[in-house]
């Protein structure tokens, strides 16, 4: 038993954070540590510093590009970025259709595909939900019916996010209607460019647009962009969600969060001359997420060092991603109390790379009652949390 | 970083989960529990030449290590069969105390015939009102001929009646005291009583007990020390317990959840209790967590906070676990003839010793916003 790291993990720590003290663009850190969505070019440049180094992906074998990390490392880099100010790479090329492609793509979709990837020279976007298939996705309608050496796809999928910025999507789509809903499943690789795909906006409860709809009417799909075998999409798409829940923990995030919370809390006058973080009430609060989330991040590294050891993840991801969502959220309902009345200002504009508006009220109160409103996504998607009980109960308890 | 037990400590946990599981049934535990003694003189025999209150010491006085680990590994055995032999206030206490290395006196030479298991100890240290709180001595050791005569109360004091020596905290001419007063001494009244899980305690009190300058064992900055060193390895050894008494409760619901059938289907197949179970479960791993890093930090300058992040996080999950366990077995929760509801029981009652969930939770943040 031994809860410290190695030497070389810590030595690694070192290579990174020097790394990102060299690298890392000031304009980018400064809007993410102000909670700012980065700009779509600012996502790009970065990914592309992380790529000349080998860093981009690490759910990759090295010989496709992927950086070779174990786990602990994966964890100490991932943490370090969070420190930084490092925007989060969109993970729908790097993280799910990476693994897919190649456990299952054909050669030729690898040596396409990966590298334009790993380079952010395609930005991706998934194309899994739709308005009647969420948590049920096998119930999905959106059909693809070959045509010579096409596939005809009709049909409408939807949270689809930061779609806006993408290039091509990676859907699901029905290729048959015969036996079990999950049996007529295929994985299909469409140019946003192609004719008949339209794209719409959903704005979600804060006001953001971060996710949309995706409607696909007759449009044509030559062959050669499915992967796999036809019918056999739901076992990719499977597999991709496994990869999707590795790192949901948000352990990082989660302690930058309450680093900021409990400074703000001991710089916010209470009303009476005492500070924030001296009302028992609200101390209380803060203590018992504080708490929860000391717990989450040793039980992380516990399940890191099983993967450390060669287990797989498994169900164990899902009682992160339970326990993890909810302390975010926590965490996000405190900050927007810290800041008392000014968490209602609702001005958007603010938020907007390159604002230079001055604020009401403090620094970055501006942007904690959107963001608590957002972040009730967290125990929403990636599967809901009922699903991941669904999971465990199944999984890991057998009942 | 390495979560996996030493061959050593895995072969601890074997040998005690195996001593409990042969010889700690239910009917054993129930005797045990109603005997006037509280204990059973037979088993800790057995558990002492097991070598279990050798495994808490230091090997400076022939102990096999006392690292958090090591009390880690057999408390939370002893918590999966809800043991109420007097561990705690002999082994992990009061032992303890006697291998400081500033001991003094005639206290140390006991300490061999404590390891063999001849000899019970207590720690009589917290006082009537004052609640939780580790500060109040207000019991006197005052100058009388060649030693001192000791005047005061104790409360709650667990093993007070069973122990042959009673380890008393007050305050000296020399400041605070570690003093030793031997079962029946003259002047102490003793006030034997059951707790609700099923220990044996005491009200104590002290009216010009005699105490010779030989059973001081520890005096002043050494004392002080002392003290707090076995109280963070109480308290810790408490966490730890408890994380093996929620496994227990978690095994138990979770096979009445595959076996117990209501409307013809086992009533783990109903999706609201799975996901309460699961619920326990998650919760369950978040204690073991928190337990495995006050183990690491015992040694270390961080130990007082997280000692109470672990006190605080078990008391809360413990409680939950052991509503949540009581509540998916239903009726048969609430009886007394159910290994469960004792189990529930030692889980809710472990919050009342060395100060419960909100009064580690507010220590937490005292020492988490100063850090």
Redesign the interface.
Known sequence: ??????DE?KAFREEVRSFLAEKLPSHISKAVKAGRMPAREDYITWQRILNEKGWAVHSWPKEHGGSGFTP?QKHIFEEECVKAGAPELPPFGLNMLGPVLIAFGSEEQKAHYLPRILNCDDWWCQGYSEPGAGSDLASLKTKAVRDGDHYIVNGQKTWTTMGQYADWIFCLVRTSSAGKPQEGISFLLIDMDTPGVEMRPIITIEGGHEVNEVFFQDVKVPVENLVGEENKGWTYAKYLLQHERVGIAGVAAAKEGLKKL?RIA?ETDAGDGSTL?EDPAF??R???V???L??????N??V??QA?AGGAPGAESS?LK??GSVIRQEISDLLRRAVGPYALPFMPELELPGANEEPIGPDGANAFAGHYFNRRKYSIYGGSN?IQ??I??KM???? | MDFNLSEDHSLLKDMVARFVRQKYDFETRDKIIKSDTGYSPEIWGELAELGLVAAVLPERVGGLGGTGIDIMVVMEELGRGIVVEPFLATAVLGAGLLAEESATGRGPALLDDVVAGGHLLALAHYEPGARYNADVVNAALTADGDGYSLAGAKSVVISGAQADTVIVSAKGPNGLALALVPKGAGGMSVRAFKTHDGFAAAELSFDGVAVAKDDILLEGKAAEDALGRAIARGTFALCAESLGAMESARDATLEYLRTRTQFGVPIGKFQALQHRMVDMCLEIEQARSIVLLAASKLESDEREKHLSAAKALTGRIGRMVAEEAVQMHGGIGVTWELTLAHVAKRLVMIDHYFGDTDHHLKRFQKLSNAA
Do not use: H
């Not at chain 1, 038993?1 to 190695?6: A, G, N, P, V």
């Not at chain 1, 000391?294 to 039980?299: K, N, S």
């Not at chain 1, 890991?396 to 009942?399: D, E, K």
């Open positions: 038993m031994r809860l410290d790291y190695t993990d602990f409990k001991a973080i101390a209380t803060i203590a018992n504080e708490l929860d000391m717990a989450m991040e040793l039980t590294l516990r890191l060092a450390q009682m339970i326990k009922e009980r669904n465990i109960s890991i308890l057998g009942l």
